[in-house]
């Protein structure tokens, strides 16, 4: 029994892990219609602004967590304005290949400036400590990457539900002519929205620094995770992450345990398995 | 205006490309082609590599050259990918007849380049792909492994791990042919030493995983004495790193633990101090000869050669096997590699004619907080284990050399 509940917990600090990462990406997919390639590489910012500030500050991992956010809100926000805004006229395609490229130039530059190898990241204090129970050591910081990916879940679904500028954004995704006939400031809604998901993304940097370390590869390994989840849990909905990830998570922690000969194909079959069954995802909408 | 400079650049441009391999085609040299992964995410890897190699070079140009000829290296990015190595090192070799290549990341770009040196008789040493099967059922004559390969790497640790007398082992590796080949030597190299010995726990994970969490519970779980692993790089990082905190105690003894990358990335010595591995190259090692390399490497590139000093000493190797031979005759300095040895920096190495499978000692090494190279944890020098308590006899290699 306490066997089961050890990898429940490794299987719930992972999907913590996998839903900040991915909440930004199916965001800014739900509510612009664009696919953000360079939402990794924007991750791998938000780690390594918080390694640099860690480093100057003796490892104060709090004021990373309120800077980086905000410097990748900004950066995401200038993106948006300047770059992204002018190519949207021209479609799908121009918007995917100029993300592509950002990701591209944001991980040569990162490694430009901090070198082409992995960075000591390591965390001072009562979250770098192990606490001890049913008989096993278990690390504060895992437990804390699932609260703040519980925590984020709920933030995010109370804004957009339960505020007018929850309801402003959702209206702007259904019609942006009608919602700017209205006197709202559509472009302004959207340049809030990609900031809003580059943040998200800095912060998920942040937090897995730590735990996956700071290295120059962070942002390829990381997005093939990430849209697993939003295939798996359909494109653009938050919902729909939540639950992948607690999925997926669970499902590469017990199968290590059950299934290690499939632990390497294991979430590429749950991807298979889902598409085939609901093409849309486990909570998108069917086209 | 502006389209006419532009025009102008791109003239100067294209006749700067067409003439460029004239251009350098000029000067007398021997031209040897490296092939590493010189982009990408492999680059710190490939780039020590080659750092090692164009010492070597340096080394034997300032000293009046290989046969009284200067000696040019031509980086290739293979971007760790075999097609694209062999197809740039073709062009070298019908465009400026290159004669020689070496490289030493990525054992499938090693599989593509012996295929190639092999049809157009030249040269290629590795010293650092280690697949067994390079120098097994895939071997041919001009192909030279001056470096360990998964056999006896494995065997090397599996001697170290039976001195110990551990009773139960877990072993954790990546789930792809190079981990499972470490794995497979390593189990049997034990059972043969020390037949008491358990395998208390074998885990396989993807190469690349991020949460060590589920693996590292199994092998806490298994109780083991000590913990062998043939993971590098950032699997090997992140299981130290997530699995010292979760109660992960025991020593492990791993493929490459004496990586400067690795010990400074994780940031805590405590993590690793007491870990020991084996290597064919040491800075730690003993001898005269590598205590002045590593004094004089120092000494002109301000840090030391760790990993380089493979490249140094294989290509310092090739350059004995070039002298004996006395011309750069590709068939004269097969002949002439072959059962050589070279008494060098790592001790004597001696070139195994029946499947060009270099025999040498591997040096041992345990992690320790005081040394003298780094602020952080790094090697001592902890022993030797000779090349024949590591010997793979020809007969089981499944190589098959025709001439």
Known sequence: ?287 | MKRRKKGWLFLLCSFLMVLWPVLAMGADTIKLGVTEPLSGTFKDIGERYLDGVKYAVETINAGGGLLGKKIEIIPIDSELKPDVASRKAQNLILKEGVKFFCGGTGSSVGAAMSQLANRENVIFYTYGMEAASLTGDKCNKNFFRATSNTDTRSYALAVLMAQKGYKSIAIVAQDYSFGKEAVAAFKKKMAELSPQTKIVAELYHPAGTKDFAPYVSQIVAAKPDAIFTPNWGNDLTLLLKQGRPMGMKQKIFSYYINDEVVIGSLGDDSLVIGDMGVEIYTLSAPTKKNKEFVAKFYKDRGYYPVMRGKGYVATMFWAEAVKKAGSFDVNAIIKAWEGLSYDGPAGVWTMRAADHQTQLPFWVVEIVKNNPYYKHAFEKHAGVINAKDVEVPVDQTGCKMSN
């Open chain 1, 1 to 287: 029994m306490s066997e089961f509940l050890v990898f429940f917990l490794h299987g719930l600090a992972y999907a913590g892990l996998l839903f900040l990462v991915s909440a930004g990406l199916t965001l800014v997919f739900g509510m612009m219609n664009v696919l953000n390639f360079a939402h990794a590489a924007m991750y791998m910012l938000g780690a390594y602004f918080s390694y640099t500030l860690m480093l100057h500050t003796q490892g104060q991992l709090w004021l990373s967590i309120i800077v980086c956010p905000i410097a990748l809100f900004i950066i995401g926000a200038l993106i948006e304005r300047f770059l992204l805004r002018r190519v949207h006229a021209y479609g799908h395609v121009s918007e995917l290949l100029l993300t592509f490229g950002l990701a591209y130039i944001i991980t040569e530059l990162v490694k430009w400036y901090w070198g082409n190898y992995p960075l000591a990241l390591n965390i001072g204090g009562f979250l770098g400590e192990t606490i001890q129970f049913l008989g096993l050591s278990y690390p504060v910081y895992r437990i804390f990457v699932f609260a703040c990916g519980a925590l984020v879940a709920i933030i995010l679904a109370v804004i957009l539900q339960k505020t007018r500028l929850g309801i402003i954004i959702r209206a702007a995704v259904n019609d942006n002519e009608m919602v700017d006939a209205l006197g709202v400031n559509v472009p302004l809604v959207f340049m809030g929205v990609f900031a809003f998901g580059a943040a998200l993304s800095g912060f998920a940097g942040v937090i897995a620094g730590p735990l996956l370390s700071t290295y120059p590869g962070m942002a390829n390994d990381i997005l093939v995770d990430a849209f697993v989840v939003i295939v798996v849990g359909g494109f653009g909905s938050l919902a729909g992450a939540v639950i992948a990830s607690l999925i997926i998570g669970e499902l590469q922690s017990f199968g290590a345990l059950l299934f290690p000969k499939l632990s390497i194909a294991l979430v590429y079959l749950l991807m298979v398995v889902v598409l085939i069954l609901k093409p849309s995802g486990l909570f998108g909408e069917e086209q």
